[in-house]
């Protein structure tokens, strides 16, 4: 199967993260180096997506700086996830970027390239990311240039209601060490100990999160350091053979009830109705899943392995970024935000780990006491995972943010029987690499 480039040039035009051409208005000038800040009244807008506690928490840290810098005022600019990437696209297309963004690591190649993200280099005499672990700030960098700064990282694990398995009376094993076997052949027994109430586990299959991590764990990745799509398709195929299979098995839900849950909220998921023991998730959504879902106990467990897994597959993936819009006319200010929402551990207060666990040590310390036994669990299981980790995968390439959206069209179409996996992998690699082809 071909293999197709992924290196954009920064100059040209390309097809934007949400499908909107970036029109060359929206990329900017050549950025001062160094800039001053403004002793004048200075507005800048702060761009950002979540649902309503962390539009809440944001609100009071924009307040904490205006407090703290009363010549600047924060214009907030926020949305849900679904909407988010489509405004972004067009404000960006039309030269008005919010002057600081909340970013995502699939969409951050694609913006950076077009020259739309301000270098973070030339405001580093305000901006201070010294206290960042290396390795995590790196994931922040396009082409070795920092266009980004993580708000923290996570790992990918398996969340487990246990109170299902208390009230059914099924054991779960040793989760520390459990097979691939004893993770399937424990969510049929639960599927069958509450005549199909409930199924043992909501499989993954549309996600990048984890088809980075199942590639990882059989030896492969799926983009290589030159922006190459590199996934090997047998393992695409294998990841939603797998699928199937536990559908068939009777360990995952049916197709039909599958699809009546796809693009509902968290609150509205299997896991959290009761409806699924154990899924797939970012780990640093753990909190949001028990607190969603207070009537149950929850615990995270590592990925079920197999004797021949390969060590280091699970990875630090970062939660998300923060950047500055090359159009900015105020980059200083921008990168004086950014600062202050990397490095004042009041901020940490106030944010806790609803952006992961934190990526400045000095965050870590300053949230660890306040938080409650949901959290605590959380960085305890992502500190824990840290310490088997690999090297961070290559970032996604610019052309290829659509992956979550071509994945979960895939997986729709492989549970309902429409396409094998070896067809809609075929597929799959064709469009993708297609849309890495045209940001070339």
């Known amino acids: 199967m071909k293999r197709h480039t992924a290196r954009a040039v920064r100059a040209g035009v390309a097809a934007a993260a949400a499908g909107i051409t970036l029109a060359a208005c929206g990329v900017g000038a050549d950025p001062v180096l160094h800039p001053e800040l403004s002793d004048d009244e200075v507005t800048i807008s702060m761009n950002w997506w979540g649902a309503d506690a962390r539009t809440q928490q944001t609100l009071q840290a ?13 214009e907030p600019q926020y949305a849900d996830w679904t909407g988010y990437w489509d405004r972004l696209a067009t404000t960006t297309a039309a030269g008005d970027m919010p002057d600081v ?71 779960l094993p040793d989760t520390s060490t459990w097979t691939w076997e004893d993770f399937e052949r424990t969510a049929i027994e639960l599927s069958e100990a509450s005549d199909g109430e409930v199924h043992g586990l909501g499989p993954f299959g549309g996600d990048s999160f984890s088809l980075t991590v199942w590639t990882r764990q059989h030896g492969g990745q799926v983009f290589d350091e030159d922006g190459e799509l590199a996934l090997d398709p047998e393992i695409l195929i294998s990841y939603w053979e797998r699928v199937l299979d536990q559908i068939d098995r009777g360990a995952a839900p049916s197709a039909a009830e599958l699809g009546e849950t796809i693009g509902l909220p968290l609150d509205q998921s299997g896991l959290v109705t009761g409806r699924t023991a154990m899924g797939f998730i970012p780990a640093g959504q753990f909190i ?115 992956i979550e959206v071509l994945l979960n069209r895939y997986y729709q179409v492989i549970i309902f029987g429409q396409s094998t996996p070896e067809e809609a992998a075929e597929d799959f690699f064709n469009e993708l690499g297609d849309a890495i082809n045209a940001a070339s």
Request: cysteine-free.
């Open 62 to 74: 924009i307040e904490l700086f205006e407090e703290e810098y009363p010549n600047i005022d924060v």
């Open 101 to 171: 963004t909340q970013f995502d690591q699939i969409y951050l190649s694609s913006y950076a390239e077009r020259g739309a993200l301000l270098d973070l280099a030339t405001v580093d005499n305000i901006l201070d990311v010294s206290a960042l672990d290396q390795n995590v700030l790196d994931t922040g960098r396009v082409d070795g240039d920092l266009y980004a700064v993580p708000t923290g990282a996570t790992t990918n694990g398996v969340l487990v209601n246990t109170t299902l398995f208390d009230e059914y009376g099924v054991e």
């Open 288 to 402: 949001a899943y028990q607190s969603a879902a207070p009537d149950y106990d929850y615990t995270l467990a590592p990925w079920p392995t197999d004797a021949d897994t390969e060590e280091g597959f699970q990875y630090l993936k970062p939660s998300m970024y923060w950047s500055a819009a090359s159009t900015t006319e105020h980059p200083a200010e921008a990168a004086l935000l950014i600062d202050f929402l990397s490095n004042d551990t009041r901020v940490a207060e106030i944010f806790g780990l609803d952006r992961g666990e934190p990526a400045n040590p000095a965050f870590r310390d300053a949230v660890e006491p306040l938080l409650d036994e949901a959290g605590r669990e959380s960085l305890a299981f992502t500190e824990a995972m840290a310490e088997e980790v690999g090297d961070t995968p290559h970032i996604t390439p610019s052309g290829a943010s659509d």
